[in-house]
C-alpha cells in the first residue's frame, strides 16, 4: 500500500543510453500499438474513428517517445461502440519493458472528478447541502479570518463575511489554493511551514485530521465565494465526504464509483502485488533539460502504501480503462448499464460554468485560461476550443494524464503517461494527441 515517505530525485537519466535503448526497442518492434488481443473493435464511419486517423495518431504519440520526450504512454479514444487503445514506449526510459495499456498511472487531478461525484452522491443522499456551511462538519474552519492583502503579514486578518460553503469547495471558491501571481506571499511560506501547500508532492500527513487542523491554523487568502483557488478546495471537499459519509475517503468511492463501473486498479495506492504495472515518474530540469526520477516504480514508490492523507485533489492511481469507465458514466448522464450513479441533475450542476466573469477576472490561471474554460464541480468546462485542444468537459493531471468527454461529438479521450508537466502551456504530446483524436473522429 501507498507510503507517505515522497520519491526523491535519483538522479538525471542518461539520455545519450536512453536513447539508444529505444531505438534497440523500435527495430525490434516493442513499441507500438497494444497487442493484438488487446484491440478491441475499431468502429469506421459516423459513430467511430477513422483507421486512417488512428494510424496517424500513432505515428504521432510514438514520436514523442522516440524523440525522449515521454518514456512511455497509453491513449484511449472511444466514441460510441468504437474504443481504440494504443500502449507505446516503457516503463522507464532506458528500460526493456514494454508499457502496456493496464499500467497503472498516478493520475492526479483526475482525481477531482471523481471527488466532484461523489460530493452529489452525498447531496443525493441528504447528507450534505450545496448551500449549507460546513463548519458543522469542518468546525476547524468556523468563523475564518482572511487576509487583509494577498501579500500582507499572515497574521493582518479580517473576519470573513461569510462561511464557506459546501458549494465553495466543488467550485474551488473557498478562499484558500494556489497563488498564480508574482510577488512575495508570506501566506505561501506559512502553508509550507504547515504542510498544506499546493505543489506537485502530495499532502504529507498522518491523519485527514492532522491536515485539516493544520489548514485551520492559517487564514483564508480571500473572503469565501469571492475567487477561484486551484487545489486546496479539493482536499477540504475529501475530509468532508469523509465526515459527511462515516466512511474513509476510498472506501466511498470504492463502494459508490470503483466497484460500479469496475474500476479495479483505481486507488490511493498500488498492491504490492501490482507494483509491477507502476511506471517511473519523471520531471524535467529546468536548466538542463534531462529528466530525473521524481517517484520511482516499484516498492520505492511513495504509493506503494497506503497514505496517511487520502487527497481528493489528486492522490488516485488508476488505469486508463478505469479513467474511461468514469468518463462513459458522466458523458452518459449518471447512468452505467442500465444502473444510475448520478441523476442527470447533478451531473448537469458538475458541469455548468459556475464561476462568473468578476471571480474570473481575479484569478489568474494558466495563460488564456478562463477565455476558454469556466469551471464546474471538480472538473474544466471547454468554453471554446482552440485546434490541439480538447473539448467538452473534463481535466488534466499534473503528472501528465488527460481525459475529456464531449457531449456534442460523444467522443472520449484518456491519455496517460508519467512526466510532469513543466510549462503553463498543455504539453506538445497532449496538443498533438487531442488534435489527431478529432481528425481520427472528423469532427
Known amino acids: 500500500m501507498r507510503g507517505r515517505g515522497g520519491g526523491a530525485a535519483l538522479g538525471c537519466v542518461d539520455r545519450r543510453r536512453a536513447m539508444s535503448r529505444l531505438a534497440a526497442l523500435m527495430a525490434a518492434g516493442a513499441w507500438g500499438a497494444c497487442r493484438p488481443e488487446e484491440e478491441e473493435e475499431q468502429v469506421s464511419g ?68 471523481i471527488a466532484g461525484a461523489a460530493a452529489m452522491m452525498l447531496v443525493e443522499d441528504g447528507k450534505l447541502r450545496l448551500e449549507d456551511p460546513v463548519d458543522s462538519l469542518l468546525p476547524e474552519l468556523a468563523n475564518r479570518r482572511v487576509l487583509r492583502a494577498l501579500d500582507g503579514p499572515v497574521d493582518d486578518t479580517e473576519p470573513a463575511r461569510r462561511p464557506i460553503l459546501v458549494s465553495d469547495l466543488l467550485t474551488l471558491r473557498m478562499g484558500m489554493g494556489a497563488i ?99 511506471p517511473a515518474c519523471y520531471a524535467r530540469d529546468p536548466g538542463t533539460g534531462a529528466f530525473a526520477i521524481f517517484d520511482p516504480a516499484g516498492p520505492e514508490s511513495r504509493f506503494s502504501r497506503a497514505p496517511g492523507f487520502q487527497s481528493a485533489a489528486g492522490g488516485l492511481v488508476s488505469t486508463a480503462d478505469d479513467v474511461l469507465a468514469f468518463a462513459r458514466m458522466m458523458l452518459n448522464q449518471g447512468a452505467h448499464e442500465g444502473k444510475r450513479l448520478l441523476s442527470e441533475r447533478s451531473v448537469e450542476l458538475m458541469t455548468r460554468d459556475h464561476i462568473t466573469p468578476e471571480q474570473k477576472a481575479i484569478s489568474p490561471f494558466g495563460p488564456g485560461f478562463w477565455d476558454r474554460h469556466g469551471w464546474g464541480y471538480g472538473l474544466s468546462v471547454v468554453t471554446r476550443a482552440e485546434p490541439g485542444e480538447p473539448r467538452g468537459i473534463g481535466w488534466d493531471g499534473g503528472y501528465g494524464t488527460s481525459c475529456y468527454w464531449d457531449p456534442e461529438t460523444g467522443v472520449i479521450g484518456v491519455l496517460m503517461t508519467q512526466r510532469l508537466m513543466d510549462s503553463p502551456s498543455a504539453p506538445p504530446a497532449f496538443v498533438d494527441f487531442w488534435r489527431s483524436i478529432y481528425e481520427a473522429a472528423g469532427v
Open 180 to 278: 498564480m501571481e508574482p510577488g512575495d506571499h508570506p501566506i505561501v511560506q506559512a502553508m509550507i511551514d504547515k504542510g498544506v501547500a499546493v505543489g506537485p508532492r502530495l499532502p504529507d500527513a498522518p491523519s485527514s485530521e492532522a491536515w485539516m487542523q493544520r489548514l485551520g491554523s492559517l487564514p483564508l487568502m480571500h473572503h469565501p465565494g469571492e475567487a477561484w483557488m486551484y487545489d486546496t478546495s479539493m482536499n477540504v471537499l475529501g475530509v468532508l465526504i469523509e465526515r459527511a459519509s462515516g466512511q474513509p475517503l476510498e472506501a466511498l468511492l470504492r463502494e459508490r464509483i470503483f466497484t460500479p463501473l469496475g474500476m479495479k486498479d483505481t486507488g490511493f495506492s498500488v498492491p504490492a502485488e501490482e507494483l509491477h504495472r507502476l
Open 46 to 113: 459516423e459513430r467511430g474513428f477513422s483507421g486512417a486517423g488512428l494510424e496517424r495518431m500513432h505515428a504521432v504519440m510514438a514520436a514523442h517517445v522516440q524523440r525522449g520526450d515521454l518514456p512511455g504512454v497509453v491513449t484511449l479514444v472511444s466514441r460510441g461502440d468504437a474504443t481504440h487503445a494504443d500502449a507505446i514506449g516503457a516503463m522507464a526510459f532506458g528500460d526493456a519493458e514494454p508499457l502496456r495499456r493496464d499500467a497503472i498511472f498516478r493520475i492526479t487531478s483526475l482525481t477531482k472528478p
